[in-house]
């Protein structure tokens, strides 16, 4: 969700910070801003509505709005949850010209805190909470005659889900940060440290970083690192060194970040298949140590996610139930968390999230207490994200960075690691070496799959032009490709600004037939499996009603029609279709909004990472 970025150096870091900003577009936001402790020790704050590159005009040496030289700074990029996205809601907030605060995440007794320093003689300038922040430090630090005590006294009296970074004008050259619920990171120099909530943010400056635990508190300099209120560890030892890889901010010749991740499917699902499987078995060790006596013992699934990945979870729990022959339920994590769930005995808890920072997923495993969960589980693709920390058990998707805000390359792998879980539960339970040989040749068959579908682009591409004009469609499926009906439903929505709704194909009738006319797009996943009878049933429904068809389907099996429009994939095991047949809903979508002018990489109102309940 927001970003935050900070530095403590010898140098100006203006452009540091401002370069961090853009690092973390891809989480979405809808202001941005940064202040500098000056050469003396005055704040200079600048802020702006929109894009960081307005801010970084904002900032250009020689303007009005300059911030002049600093060599210590925060920043910060904001997506509005109290207040609206202005300009005097934008972070970093101020208390008495001497305190500057950027905060992630959402203080949940704010109001009381907020009469509180009212009362006191506090003037506040925003509609934000975390203006209370900025004047409850400067209030705990007056009293404690003390930076760092003062920060940690105020801390002690916020109520809710955090990261922040503060400065102050007393204290130039030095940053107090800490984390409650939101991720935040340390980044090592040499003569120069850094903050920052995503080690995206500080690429170009460092390779070294140290991922803060819950409640945990740093003090930086430009030399120096403290680490309060946590592990006992040294601090040096924590430091952990992230691989030269390519430049994850590098579109690498594609117009969008999308369309490069999505054509990364292939390379993306090959890693995250390496180690993990051999040509003829699933390794279970790739779970950990203890996968194998957790996954003989389980004896019902509970999957817990939210948007694209409760999507993947819907998809898992078809094979769970054919493959293992065990319970499998799937819910959305916002509602999960809020009721009384019947754990049958022996659940395994799996959580999907790509970020592994998803507020209402984290919550639902930190509320999972039930003594009949056998252990947890996470998918996630962040290393050290909070969700990998607190599970007993992860599998990393390995998909690499994910830029754009509508999920492609996390989606296909996380279905991919999902298959994984349940040929590695279904061998721990007596899975014949046979049938796991099988099932493992199919997900080995996967990349070439997908490489592939993705020579159907210019053909989708034509398709989509079918969309420019309509402001409704239906996406349609059955079994295991409902879900991916859902999801083609959402990337159209999320990417174009069309209303799409995903349904059972079998349920046309029940209502959604209604909206059916010539001017309704009616997209229908449609492979040669057990129900393809049934679902081209359903399509002559839709035809009759002078619907438009577009078909992705096995042309074998399917054959075309004139009065629709038909696009061949490849012939593919039944069990792993649904991580094929997601490649064109992807396609599809991106190449509608490209055609309707949206922001493809940055949607309006929405956040890659969602932080926050």
Known sequence: MCGIVGAATRRNVTDILLEGLQRLEYRGYDSA????????NALQRVRRVGKVAELKSACQQGSDTSPGRGETGIAHTRW?????PTEGN??????????????????????ELRLDLETAGYVFASETDTEVVAHLVHREVASNGDFKSGVVSALALLRGAYAVGVVHTDHPGKIIAARVGSPLVVGCGIGENFIASDPQALRPVTDRFIYLDEGEIVEITADTIEIF??????TDSRIVR?????????????????????HEQPDSVRRTLEGRITDKQVLINAFGADAESIFSQTKAVQIVACGSSFYTGLVAKYWCEQIVGVPCHVEIASEFRYRKVAVQPNTLMVTISQSGETADTLAALRDATDENYLASLCLCNVPNSSLVRESDLCLMINAGPEICVASTKAFTNQLTDLMLLVLALAKSQGMSPEDEAGYVSALNSVPGLLKETLSRDSEIKVVAEQFVDKHHALFLGRGMHHPVALEGALKLKEISYIHAEGYPAGELKHGPLALVDDDMPVVAVAPGDDLLEKVL?????VRARGGQLIVFGDQDTVGEVDDMTFVSMPNCHPIISPIVYAIPMQLLSY???????TDVDQPRNLAKSVTVE
Do not use: C, Q, W
């Not at 801003?33 to 003396?40: E, N």
């Not at 049933?537 to 429904?541: F, K, P, Q, T, V």
């Open 80 to 84: 509005a949850t109290h207040g609206k």
């Open 229 to 234: 209120g946590g592990s006992d560890v040294p």
């Open 537 to 541: 049933s359903n399509l002559e429904e």
């Open 33 to 40: 801003g940064l202040v500098l402790v000056d050469a003396d």
């Open 591 to 597: 190449h509608v909004a490209v055609f309707k002018g």
């Open 242 to 262: 992230l691989d030269a890889t390519a430049d994850a901010t590098d579109k690498g010749g594609y117009r969008h970040y999308m369309m490069k991740e999505i």
């Open 90 to 111: 934008a972070h970093p907030h101020v208390s008495s010209e001497k305190i500057a605060v950027v905060h992630n995440g959402i203080i949940e007794n704010h109001h």
